[in-house]
């Protein structure tokens, strides 16, 4: 059977979505389309290339994702150079290795752009926050003259889990290409700057599982749309302030936990799998010996009770 899967961001939480996605490979569930914001995009853009569930889960085992926190050692002194670093760079990390790693493990599948995709395979959902605008890549990308198939997948996947304030946002400069587009094209940006800021998806759309909804309304087949949401018990406790970067935290948070959700309630509670977290958080990118195991396991767990009475 095969499904359209939309993949929640959460951060490192993000690792329970592999054991999600094997379970579901177990129960004989296929990816028609994928498409996923932040740690969602990672995994949806895995998929698209062509790794498994076992694989993608020996590749988080073998992953330390402390080594995404990269800044240069003039910025990783005490107190005073992170905080500069956040003025100049506008993020306490570059981001530069989350998108290297991202970028060998497509060129690994021979993908590189999203050319090298099927058309329509892969979705990423990102924030323009320079415009005020939901971005759905690689399609959005053309706003800014590009061409959506020469947008590099790791590009975009960066663009998508760029959490404000930790990461760098990813800067967009407008093409020369902005002049080929149609006047209606050009109107609709309304005098665009000549960059813009990109970040985290989550910011406007953590949940997209809507994404695939209008076109699939009008086929005589549809193929059925399932998300994947990481819950845990953290999401309804008090956040900590102890400081602007842990309001930061507790306000992005928030906004990620809280968009979306009325879609789901309405229209989407029976098409979505619920992952419990076991209370990680989303930038908590040093785990406990053995999170990373037990994250994947919980994963695993949910979606196959899921698919064991999924129908249709």
């Known amino acids: 059977m095969k499904i359209n899967a939309v993949f929640e961001g959460g951060g490192v939480k993000g690792i329970s979505l592999a054991g ?84 060998r493990l497509m060129e690994a599948k021979g993908i590189r752009t999203f050319a090298d995709l099927p058309e329509c395979k892969l979705r990423i959902v990102a924030s323009d926050i320079t415009n005020g605008r939901l971005l759905v890549l690689p399609e959005d990308i053309k706003i800014y003259g590009m061409d959506p198939k020469k947008l590099s997948v790791a590009r975009a996947v960066r663009m998508s889990a760029s959490i404000p304030y930790f990461f760098d946002p990813v800067v967009v400069r407008y093409s020369k290409l902005y002049s080929s587009l149609s006047q209606k094209e050009k109107e609709e940006k309304e005098k665009p700057h000549l960059q813009a800021y990109i970040v985290d998806g989550g910011l406007l759309s953590n949940f997209p599982l809507w994404l695939f909804d209008r076109e699939q309304a009008g086929r005589t087949n549809p193929v059925p749309t399932v998300g994947f949401q990481m819950v845990g018990k953290n999401d309804n406790e008090p956040h900590e302030i102890r400081g602007p970067l842990s309001m930061l935290e507790a306000i992005f948070e928030t906004m990620m936990q809280a968009h979306d959700e009325r879609y789901i309630k309405k229209y989407a509670r029976d098409r979505t799998v619920k992952i419990p977290t076991l209370g990680i958080r989303t930038t908590q990118f040093h785990l406990p010996d053995g999170m990373a195991e037990k994250l994947f396991q919980s994963g695993f767990k949910a979606a196959n009770q899921f698919f064991e009475g999924f129908r249709q």
């Not at 240069?72 to 989350?98: C, D, H, Q, W």
């Open 20 to 103: 999600a996605v094997r379970a579901a490979e177990m129960q004989g569930i296929g990816f028609e389309q994928v498409a996923g914001t932040s740690s969602g995009a990672i995994i949806a853009a895995m998929l698209a290339a062509g790794y498994s569930g076992l694989e993608i889960k020996r590749i988080v085992e073998n992953t330390p994702f402390s080594t995404f926190l990269k800044r240069s050692f003039i910025f990783n002194m005490k107190v005073i150079s992170p905080a500069l670093r956040l003025l100049v760079k506008k993020g306490l990390y570059s981001g530069e290795a989350l998108e290297y790693w991202v970028s």
